[in-house]
């Protein structure tokens, strides 16, 4: 178990996995570290570092639920590279992750060697942000792994069809916690109310600016062909306005693809064989 002590006083749990070109993986928004199980047998030649943000898996929750936010969130990364004394590293930023990459280019580019987006992008379509606010901070109703796994492909199979039972169950692993009265979510339930309030604020960044500073880094984008948070539209727009930028869908996946599909291996190893 890894963790360090951010500079306002927060434990964050990270794991650290091979050597090589340091590759630091933002999980999404609800999820952890284990985001990236299923692309970990994939990452020879790669140190490959997989945070918990504060609120998520293992990582302390804060007392202040206005912290849960990309800004935060990508200055602890920051603080993470420079406890691993990291100057340099690619991001492999999925969903939320992606957010944070972005905005690391807007704050912190000569820390940037490459930026891979999983499915998102500076628009987050309607249809995905009300799927997302209607499972955040909702405990799970099953009771079991299995009965999760269940409940994940009969929700999910329209996006992700073909996807065995077996692959949602480690999901369901992945995403909720067993305890003595039943599975649990792996993250503060007042992630919510974060997002109610940043919401309500109307404070929301111009995320095209954060992804224009990605212009001269290296970046990759994939999108699930089914997804509904990346719309078609915003990513020939990205295409447009980053002359660089390489991308690829992957069929039969929705929001998000597991990174073990070959399609998005071939993108991540593009990426990297251009990182600064």
Known sequence: MSEFMTTDGRRIYFEETGTGTPLLCLAGLTRNSRDFSFFAPHASGLRMIAMDYRGRGRSEYDSDFMNYNIFRESHDAIELLDHLGIAKAVILGTSRGGLIAMALAASHPERLAAVILNDVGPVIEPSGIAKIMAYVGAQPTAKTYDEAAAALKHVLEPQFPGVPLKTWRKQAEFQYEMRKDGLKLRYDPALRKALLEQAASG?????????????????GVIRGANSDVLGVATLAEMRHRHPGLISVEVPDRGHVPFLNEPQSLDLIQKVLKNAA
Do not use: G, M, Q
């Not at 095209?208 to 880094?217: G, N, P, S, T």
């Open 203 to 219: 404070a929301a960044p111009d995320l095209w600016v954060f992804f224009e500073a990605l212009r001269d880094i290296p970046t």
